[in-house]
């Protein structure tokens, strides 16, 4: 993957309306990357995706192509081919000429239509397909089918538009590894628009969130699961736990002391706070540490009831009520020769995390 950006958007403005769904919106992806805009319905993914593709145009704001404005430019005229959700594969035509419909309509030499789909079909793995009619084939065969469609004419960039969606849990798996397999070998730079955040996760090399419109964060799987730089990032991309807390005091090196429920502990984070500031402490369930005790130990920590514990084959998930009323969901894994598994659901505990594993926010929204 090279960092030149291969499509990037710049003050970007959409209205349908009275509404305006973008204002001034930005975003740059990088050629040759696997891109994921995600986020809940009606955040405004698909209006991305759709301008990037042509269906829609922008009321402001430039669509740079390579270095090329293509924001006036017709759908048909960009380098860019679109994956729906539907496939939106022809029923009648057998797969071949599924694949080849956009190469007949732009009078390609027909020998060289047949090399083009065929190494394309095997591309997808359905190169003994070709005769076969859509109804006979399966779900993820049809969208390898329209994945073929699309890459056939070499496009630069591949837009995805839930594309998985329509499988069933299993399939839709299977397609996450191929997709992204498939994406590496073409190298082609895939946009892919899902509000499934474990799709995104395990896909991307980038991801976008977004809400109401707004680009919320845009970074790597990691930096968005491990480092979310607001609550809605954090809550969105999975379980989390936000626990209020002040800061009362600055010790070196990045570390401070927070007041948090009825006790103060020192934390330590990556960005500069004042005494005085009001932060979240953002915990992902399997950062607690869960222990079962009789009386409240003589040292920092969180103390509350189990309210719910749920076996998950690799994992013991709990939610933990604390005194003060708060919930906290835990996942440990789990490990039957610990006798601390054992425990029962109204029991006493004491909760903890690693010190230095907690991602620190300032406080300026709520969950
Ligand atoms: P979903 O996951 O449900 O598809 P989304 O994040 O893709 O949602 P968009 O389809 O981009 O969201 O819609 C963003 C906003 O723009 C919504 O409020 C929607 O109602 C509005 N919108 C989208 N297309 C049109 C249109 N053609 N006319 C009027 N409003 C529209």
């Not at 939106?88 to 083009?116: C, Q, Y």
């Not at 859509?134 to 073929?148: K, Y």
């Not at 995390?353 to 406080?363: A, F, L, N, P």
Request: aromatic fraction near 8%.
């Amino acid at each position: 993957m090279s960092n030149k950006p291969i499509l990037s958007l710049s003050g970007i403005v959409k209205r349908f309306g009275n509404q305006t769904v973008l204002n001034d919106f930005q975003l740059e992806i990088a050629n040759g990357e696997f891109f994921t805009i995600l986020g809940p319905s009606g955040c405004g993914k698909t209006t991305v995706l759709r301008l990037m593709a042509g269906f829609e145009l922008p009321d402001e704001g430039r669509i740079e192509l390579d270095g090329t404005d293509i924001a006036q430019v017709a759908p048909e005229a960009r380098p860019v081919n679109t994956v729906f959700q539907s496939y939106a594969l022809f029923p009648h035509m057998s797969v071949f000429d599924n694949v080849a419909f956009g190469l007949n309509m732009a009078k390609v030499d027909k020998a060289e239509i047949d090399t083009r789909v065929r190494d394309a079909l095997a591309m997808v793995r359905l190169a003994d397909y070709a005769d076969r009619q859509p109804h006979q084939l399966s779900g993820g065969q049809r969208q390898r089918v329209a994945i073929a469609r699309a890459v056939v004419n070499r496009p630069k960039v591949l837009l995805l538009d839930e594309s998985l969606s329509a499988l069933d849990a299993k399939l839709r798996q299977q397609m996450q590894v191929e997709l992204k397999m498939l994406q590496r070998q073409l190298g082609i730079t895939f946009i892919y628009v899902t509000h499934d955040q474990e799709e995104a996760l395990s896909m991307s090399d980038r991801i976008l969130v977004m809400d109401g419109g707004v680009a919320q964060q845009v970074g790597t799987p990691r930096e968005i699961y491990e480092c979310p730089q607001n609550v809605f990032v954090a809550s969105f991309i999975g379980e989390i736990n936000a626990i209020d807390g002040v800061i009362t005091e600055q010790l070196e090196d990045l570390r401070y002391i927070a007041k948090m429920a009825d006790h103060h502990r020192e934390i330590r984070t990556d960005k500069v706070f004042s005494v005085g500031d009001h932060i979240k402490i953002l915990l992902r369930p399997e950062d607690l540490r869960i222990e079962y005790i009789e009386d409240a130990p003589d040292k920092p920590g969180f103390i509350g009831h189990v309210r719910e514990r749920n076996y998950k084959g690799k994992t013991l998930d709990s939610i933990i009520e604390l005194n003060n009323g708060m919930r906290l969901h835990a996942s440990e894994f789990f490990d039957e020769d610990d006798p601390d598994f054992d425990y029962r659901l109204g029991q006493k505990v004491w909760v903890d995390w690693v010190h230095g594993w907690e991602h620190v926010i300032k406080s300026e929204s709520q969950l």
